[in-house]
């Protein structure tokens, strides 16, 4: 079953929505580099479209009605929107279901030191990453800081082209012989992942005993004291990533491709936001739901293993057909999900870990997975025959253009989702999303056609 490239056909014929969604995409990507960005982000979109804040309506004993558009924030890293359906939530939802966490650098919570002349802050790699890549690369700080006093400081440097940058520094290679001789888990270490912030020392230091001297760091933190308000202690509520810099670019001769930071899965989470965002008046209740932590098992309160989500659709169940636990349950039971995230792109220089008849391929259409996880499908979902017929029907009757893969050949890996997590309700569930090149890497690649079909398979989906 040969697919053919979307720029055949409908990515070209349909190409001033295709460069609008796109660029609006990238838009998104440049403002959207950490979880609490996302979230911001997303509730400001949804607001200009109507959305009003789900417990400020239920505590304003305002009356819900099909139509409506609500959502919640949990601890301002994960988000889930609804319009209500002309059928009661009791019936089921139709769910998209993205995470907007990507793999990173966390500064630690004493992360400032002084060592020989330079400044640097020690941090902890979250998710799954190749080490050396992020070694010697502009780098930017995103976050917050919350200070004792209630205030929170937010911070972004390195973004802007009047702001300076970042760098984790590797060894030259003229001195690297034994480097290159070591595995490449071990070319650098999470211990030598530490940002470079500064090389310039105070003119003087009086607090400091002489032998104590740390002016290079004393002057980090006077910067940071007259730009930010922040103090050294104040570290120890932060919240700080180091993401790559820059903004998400166009790539190749024809800019049929986008070269960007965090595509997975912001790729699968602002397509899924953008055709939440078109529907109007659904019959079945829908959602869309964005959250952290899947890179690290979906745990914490802001991760799918929280129950933030379940506890959103009691207070619907209970706005609109009253308390009752049994039909929360056969809410979250009758619904019916994507699991939206991102699919392993077939890249021909590294066929050797592809099944080729079973790979998603970039500008092929949107992407299912009917199991991921790794070696005999350990930690998968494994979604139903009948659900996935189902599935093809909606897509096929929307004209949208689709692919089935697997995370790589069977033994070469694996990944997982937050598919098995929402199936434990009981419901239907499916991985669907675009296929990336470079996943995991400071910069993915992904295809404009792609990016506008998942859209469109979203809304076909949400519209069902």
Same mark, same amino acid.
């Given at each position: 079953?040969?697919?053919?490239?979307?720029?055949?056909?409908?990515?070209?014929?349909?190409?001033?929505?295709?460069?609008?969604?796109?660029?609006?995409?990238?838009?998104?990507?440049?403002?959207?580099?950490?979880?609490?960005?996302?979230?911001?982000?997303?509730?400001?979109?949804?607001?200009?479209?109507?959305?009003?804040?789900?417990?400020?309506?239920?505590?304003?004993?305002?009356?819900?009605?099909?139509?409506?558009?609500?959502?919640?924030?949990?601890?301002?890293?994960?988000?889930?929107?609804?319009?209500?359906?002309?059928?009661?939530?009791?019936?089921?939802?139709?769910?998209?279901?993205?995470? /907007?966490?990507?793999?990173?650098?966390?500064?630690?919570?004493?992360?400032?030191?002084?060592?020989?002349?330079?400044?640097?802050?020690?941090?902890?790699?979250?998710?799954?990453?190749?080490?050396?890549?992020?070694?010697?690369?502009?780098?930017?700080?995103?976050?917050?800081?919350?200070?004792?006093?209630?205030?929170?400081?937010?911070?972004?440097?390195?973004?802007?082209?009047?702001?300076?940058?970042?760098?984790?520094?590797?060894?030259?290679?003229?001195?690297?012989?034994?480097?290159?001789?070591?595995?490449?888990?071990?070319?650098?270490?999470?211990?030598?992942?530490?940002?470079?912030?500064?090389?310039?020392?105070?003119?003087?230091?009086?607090?400091?005993?002489?032998?104590?001297?740390?002016?290079?760091?004393?002057?980090?933190?006077?910067?940071?004291?007259?730009?930010?308000?922040?103090?050294?202690?104040?570290?120890?509520?932060?919240?700080?990533?180091?993401?790559?810099?820059?903004?998400?670019?166009?790539?190749?001769?024809?800019?049929?491709?986008?070269?960007?930071?965090?595509?997975?899965?912001?790729?699968?989470?602002?397509?899924?936001?953008?055709?939440?965002?078109?529907?109007?008046?659904?019959?079945?209740?829908?959602?869309?739901?964005?959250?952290?932590?899947?890179?690290?098992?979906?745990?914490g309160a802001t991760g799918m293993q929280s129950r933030f989500f379940e506890n959103a659709v009691a207070e619907l169940v209970a706005a609109t057909e009253g308390e009752s636990q049994l039909l929360v349950r056969r809410a979250l039971a009758r619904s019916r999900m994507l699991s939206s995230d991102v699919s392993a792109g077939y890249d021909p220089l590294y066929a050797d870990v592809f099944n080729k008849n079973n790979a998603a391929f970039l500008s092929k259409g949107i992407s299912f997975n009917k199991y991921t996880g790794a070696r005999g499908k350990s930690g998968?979902?494994?979604?139903?025959?009948?659900? /996935?017929?189902?599935?093809?029907?909606?897509?096929?009757?929307?004209?949208?253009?689709?692919?089935?893969?697997?995370?790589?050949?069977?033994?070469?890996?694996?990944?997982?989702?937050?598919?098995?997590?929402?199936?434990?309700?009981?419901?239907?569930? /499916?991985?669907?999303?675009?296929?990336?090149?470079?996943?995991?890497?400071?910069?993915?690649?992904?295809?404009?056609?792609?990016?506008?079909?998942?859209?469109?398979?979203?809304?076909?989906?949400?519209?069902?």
């Amino acid at each position: 079953m040969k697919k053919e490239s979307l720029w055949l056909g409908k990515a070209k014929e349909n190409g001033g929505e295709l460069d609008k969604i796109c660029d609006l995409y990238k838009k998104c990507l440049d403002e959207g580099k950490t979880e609490r960005e996302c979230v911001a982000l997303s509730v400001r979109m949804a607001e200009e479209k109507g959305y009003r804040e789900l417990y400020g309506v239920i505590e304003r004993g305002e009356k819900l009605k099909a139509g409506d558009k609500l959502y919640v924030v949990q601890m301002n890293k994960s988000i889930a929107l609804f319009v209500l359906g002309k059928k009661p939530v009791s019936a089921g939802m139709n769910i998209l279901g993205a995470h /907007i966490d990507s793999p990173r650098l966390d500064v630690k919570q004493n992360p400032l030191y002084e060592k020989e002349g330079f400044a640097y802050f020690d941090t902890h790699y979250y998710g799954g990453i190749k080490k050396y890549q992020w070694t010697a690369v502009p780098l930017a700080i995103h976050g917050v800081v919350a200070k004792k006093d209630g205030t929170t400081v937010s911070i972004s440097i390195g973004e802007r082209e009047d702001e300076p940058v970042f760098v984790i520094t590797d060894l030259l290679v003229h001195l690297a012989g034994k480097q290159l001789e070591k595995k490449a888990t071990e070319v650098v270490t999470g211990e030598n992942l530490d940002i470079l912030i500064g090389n310039c020392p105070l003119d003087s230091d009086e607090e400091l005993e002489k032998e104590e001297k740390e002016n290079i760091k004393a002057n980090m933190l006077k910067i940071l004291e007259e730009t930010y308000g922040i103090e050294e202690e104040d570290f120890l509520s932060a919240e700080l990533e180091i993401v790559p810099a820059g903004k998400a670019c166009d790539l190749g001769l024809d800019r049929s491709m986008i070269l960007a930071y965090g595509q997975d899965d912001r790729i699968c989470a602002f397509t899924s936001l953008f055709a939440m965002l078109d529907v109007e008046n659904p019959e079945s209740t829908t959602c869309c739901l964005l959250v952290d932590k899947e890179e690290i098992g979906s745990v914490g309160a802001t991760g799918m293993q929280s129950r933030f989500f379940e506890n959103a659709v009691a207070e619907l169940v209970a706005a609109t057909e009253g308390e009752s636990q049994l039909l929360v349950r056969r809410a979250l039971a009758r619904s019916r999900m994507l699991s939206s995230d991102v699919s392993a792109g077939y890249d021909p220089l590294y066929a050797d870990v592809f099944n080729k008849n079973n790979a998603a391929f970039l500008s092929k259409g949107i992407s299912f997975n009917k199991y991921t996880g790794a070696r005999g499908k350990s930690g998968s979902n494994d979604a139903n025959a009948e659900y /996935i017929a189902q599935l093809r029907k909606v897509m096929d009757e929307a004209e949208v253009s689709y692919q089935f893969s697997e995370l790589g050949s069977v033994d070469a890996g694996g990944g997982g989702t937050i598919a098995y997590i929402m199936a434990k309700y009981g419901m239907n569930v /499916i991985d669907s999303g675009v296929a990336v090149l470079n996943m995991h890497a400071p910069y993915e690649v992904s295809s404009k056609a792609d990016v506008y079909e998942a859209v469109r398979g979203y809304r076909a989906f949400l519209r069902w």
